[in-house]
């Protein structure tokens, strides 16, 4: 899950393991959501979206599900790599205006 | 195609000291934002600009200016530089639909 402030939730995975990483979002008008990949010294990179009007969205290796009764946004990664290991943030588009609010992140650790 | 550039990579100031980070975008996108991101944090906005000529404040707008120069280009200025806006900004930008496209970043240093 999602929190706040220096001690970032951490999940360590073996390689080839599969990878579900969780965020709660605050805001049931929420009409889109975006995962990003952060690596170490870079900018967010985009990995997948969702619109609220779906429940599961497919991707090269990733997946999102989105709970909406629940409030709740997972990403999964199929077969870990190294290469995954990263911070990883949900966003939500509150349904109006230009912004999107991003939770703290979660870093994925791979152990090969 | 080289998406979101932001100059410089890194910077050290000191204190009052003014400075200007520029960030280009290539992909026609209408939308422009600066986020700063704190160690451990998310990213929180700080100004941003959803079309040519207009400028918003964001989350943390504070000790913080903007210029939508054009339509590729949104600077953004410290006029007087403090030691809690060491941090690392973003910048970002998006086309029609919410997804955000940012640049790789300019780490500062306040001393």
């Known amino acids: 899950g999602e929190s706040v402030g220096l001690h970032l939730p951490t999940l360590s995975v073996q390689e080839g393991d599969n990878s579900i990483i969780n965020c709660a979002y605050s805001?049931?008008?929420?009409?889109?959501f975006i995962w990003y990949k952060q690596e170490s010294g870079k900018g967010p990179q985009f990995i997948i979206d969702?619109?609220?009007?779906?429940d599961k969205r497919q991707g090269q290796r990733v997946t999102v599900l989105l709970n909406k009764t629940v409030k709740h946004l997972s990403l999964q990664i199929a077969a870990t790599q190294p290469g995954d290991s990263a911070v990883y943030f949900c966003?939500?588009?509150?349904?109006?205006?230009?912004?999107?609010?991003f939770g703290a992140g979660t870093i994925l650790r791979v152990k090969s | 195609n080289a998406g979101v550039t932001q100059t410089p990579k890194f910077q050290v100031l000191k204190t009052g000291q003014s400075m200007t980070l520029q960030c280009a975008q290539d992909m026609n996108h209408n939308s422009m934002y600066w986020y700063r991101q704190d160690p451990g944090m998310g990213l929180r906005l700080i100004y941003y600009?959803?079309?040519?000529?207009?400028?918003d404040k964001g989350e943390v707008p504070n000790g913080y200016n903007v210029s939508r120069l054009n339509k590729r280009e949104f600077s953004l200025r410290l006029e007087s530089a403090a030691p809690s806006q060491t941090s690392v900004y973003f910048c970002a930008s998006r086309a029609a639909a919410p997804t955000q496209y940012f640049g790789p970043g300019t780490r500062l240093l306040v001393l």
């Open positions: 805001n049931s008008a929420s009409d889109y």
């Open positions: 966003a939500e588009n509150m349904g109006y205006g230009n912004k999107l609010v």
């Open positions: 600009s959803a079309s040519e000529g207009t400028t």
């Open positions: 969702i619109r609220s009007n779906m």
